[in-house]
């Protein structure tokens, strides 16, 4: 008698039903439309901007929406790139993002605007220094010194504080000096930590309807303040290119306008962000690309002043000025969208996989919005690197 025959019969494994098959990759997640927004809108102000900058001496309307303006574009750029760089570390694979999307682009464009000068300002001594960014190059130095920073600010007990005194300490420095533009780096760097320390909460508490509500008083009142601030300050405080001692006022006042000015740029910079779309619009797919506009505008705006452009006497007139607006707003759109953003991702976001030995892991993680990039959260593979500006 086979034995075998007693034995319960093994029945064939079934089949896993259709929704235990295994399942597929993940979709890319999808990028926020409130900071491709923001970050379009921002790079936006700072081109009208710099498009307003030489309308300022025979206009008070004009140099008043100047000082409002540049008391919060940069902090608000500032503040985003430091929520994208909240998780960034010294992972191989990070660091290469880093070099690949910022490091060789500052390389690359400060030798760039260095040609152009010589040539556009006839100026053919205009020497190329690494060490001393000219003109928008500044922010990709001070973005890279900053996001190596990071780790320090996740381990120590108050990092605001602590930032906001390093920037108080540069602003009575006037024996930083101009290496790596490190005054800007050292009086910006409070709304880069601010970055790192929000969440995602502490957005959606910005875009409360109360707060949209009341931020237009506040920025009434900032319009109105400005205006009566023009002849009796110096626009100056707002580059933070200089101490309190080159800007010829006493120690002291350094450190309080380090503190008064991180007070109004974060409370405009509120208003801002309340106003910010949160669904997608027109102009959301070119937040991937701020980066390449902020950049490329640098060119037309330099540009115009070494060519006499606002010679012109109608420009200084209201109807000028409007369209000087609309012309800065119309160049800075175009330069981010995504056939600029092709042209040159050679120079923002290059693989430059033959410098770099392979590695375990790739991508930048969470550090920057996913996407390709805005190189600097100033797009695609910088989605995250779409930065920022002047």
């Not at 089949?15 to 999808?30: F, G, I």
């Not at 929520?83 to 960034?88: A, D, E, I, K, Q």
């Not at 990071?150 to 602590?162: E, F, G, Q």
């Not at 008083?217 to 001692?245: C, G, H, I, K, T």
Request: hydrophobic content about 50%; glycine content about 6%; charged content about 15%.
């Amino acid at each position: 008698m086979n034995v075998s025959s007693l034995l319960p019969a093994r029945r064939a494994p079934a089949s896993p039903p259709p929704e235990a098959a295994p399942a597929s990759s993940p979709a890319p997640k999808q990028r926020d439309a409130f900071f491709d927004n923001a970050k379009y809108l921002a790079i936006v102000l700072v081109a009208m901007g710099h498009a307003w900058e030489p309308l300022r001496g025979g206009s008070r309307a004009a140099s008043a929406l100047y000082m409002t303006v540049y008391t919060f574009h940069m902090p608000a750029f500032i503040l985003i790139s430091g929520y994208f760089s909240r998780n960034f570390d010294l992972r191989p694979d990070r660091l290469k993002r880093l070099i690949t999307g910022i490091a060789v682009p500052y390389v690359l464009f400060e030798v760039a605007y260095t040609f152009f000068k010589r040539w556009a300002d006839d100026d053919p001594s205009y020497p190329i220094s690494l060490l001393d960014p000219w003109y928008l190059t500044w922010f990709l130095i001070a973005l890279f010194v900053w996001r190596l920073t990071t780790p320090l600010w996740r381990i120590v007990r108050w990092p605001v504080a602590l930032a906001l005194g390093v920037a108080a300490l540069a602003a009575c420095s006037p024996n930083i000096g101009d290496d790596l533009d490190l005054q800007r780096v050292l009086q910006f760097l409070p709304f880069f930590v601010v970055g790192l320390q929000m969440r995602p909460e502490h957005f959606r508490m910005i875009r409360r309807r109360a707060v949209r509500r009341l931020s237009v008083p506040v920025v009434a009142a900032a319009l109105v303040f400005a205006y009566w601030a023009v002849p009796r300050m110096n626009p100056e405080w707002f580059y933070r290119r200089d101490s309190a001692q080159e800007l010829g006022a006493p120690w002291w006042v350094g450190t309080v306008m380090t503190f008064a000015l991180f007070g109004c740029s974060m409370v405009l910079t509120v208003c801002f962000l309340a106003w910010v779309p949160r669904r997608r619009m027109w102009f959301t797919v070119l937040g991937a690309g701020t980066l390449y506009g902020y950049l490329l505008h640098g060119f037309l705006a330099k540009g115009s002043r070494f060519w006499d452009w606002y010679d012109h006497p109608w420009l200084h007139r209201p109807l000028g000025e409007i369209v000087v607006t609309a012309v800065a707003v119309a160049v800075v759109t175009a330069l981010c969208t995504p056939p600029v953003q092709r042209m040159f991702r050679f120079a923002m976001e290059p693989r430059m996989e033959w410098a770099f030995r392979p590695t375990g892991r790739s991508g930048g993680g969470p550090s920057e919005q996913g996407g390709s990039a805005p190189a600097v959260p100033v797009g695609a593979q910088a989605a995250g690197r779409s930065h920022g500006p002047e």
